[in-house]
């Protein structure tokens, strides 16, 4: 009975460092068959834009607060060079202060690719001046435009409606686009 022991004592010492080193190498291969996530250097991204709001519902109040819907389309130009199409949401506050997000779908080219992005942004306003400042961030580009990745400010002034938009805007975005494999 003991000499089974002490054997059964034995072997786990002996197979317990070769498991070990088995699951080393298993991992080191799995890991170094891996695709090389390498990303590019960022490079400068600006140029202009015209947005169309369309009321997406009749704006309400919720307390002090009046909150707004808007269908957006924007047309751009510079390193994004194409149209958007998304959805805004208002925030104006009884101080005339906007606080503002959306979403939208760029369909374009950058840089020579072509493609789609989803943009997203959040920001400030003034329904006093009609003056906004705003994040984006794009990022879940297909064909042309996969794995570009993209941040940056917008800066924007309302204007006198133009076509059938209920509200216009003019403005310019400066901000950095990365191209990743």
């Known amino acids: 009975m003991c000499m089974k022991t002490n054997y ?3 072997r786990n010492r002996l197979l317990a460092p070769l498991r070990r080193s088995f699951c080393t190498f298993a991992i080191a291969g799995v890991s170094l068959s891996l695709p090389n996530a390498q ?4 490079e400068p991204a600006s140029g202009g834009f015209n947005p169309c709001f369309h009321y997406a519902g009749l704006p309400r109040q919720a307390g002090e607060n009046l909150i707004i819907r808007f269908n957006v389309t924007v047309t ?3 390193t994004f060079t194409g149209s958007a199409i998304g959805t805004e949401l208002d925030i104006v506050h009884l101080d005339g202060s906007i606080t503002l997000h959306g ?5 374009g080219s950058v840089g020579g690719r072509s493609g ?10 003034s329904a006093v001046t009609g003056h906004e400042n705003l994040h984006f961030v794009g990022r879940q580009g297909t064909d042309g435009l996969a794995g570009l990745h993209t941040e940056g400010t917008i800066e924007g002034d309302l204007v006198p409606a133009v076509g059938e ?5 003019a403005g310019t975005y400066n901000g950095h686009i ?4």
Do not use: H
Not at 39 to 42: H, S
Not at 103 to 107: E, G, I, Q, S
Not at 118 to 124: A, D, I, N, S, V
Not at 165 to 169: A, E
């Open 116 to 125: 789609t992005l989803l943009l997203t942004y959040t920001g400030k306003g």
């Open 39 to 42: 990303a590019g250097k960022a």
């Open 76 to 78: 751009t130009t510079g």
């Open 165 to 169: 938009c209920d509200v216009s805007g």
């Open 178 to 181: 990365l191209l990743t494999p």
């Open 103 to 107: 979403t939208a779908f760029f369909t």
């Open 8 to 10: 059964w004592f034995n």
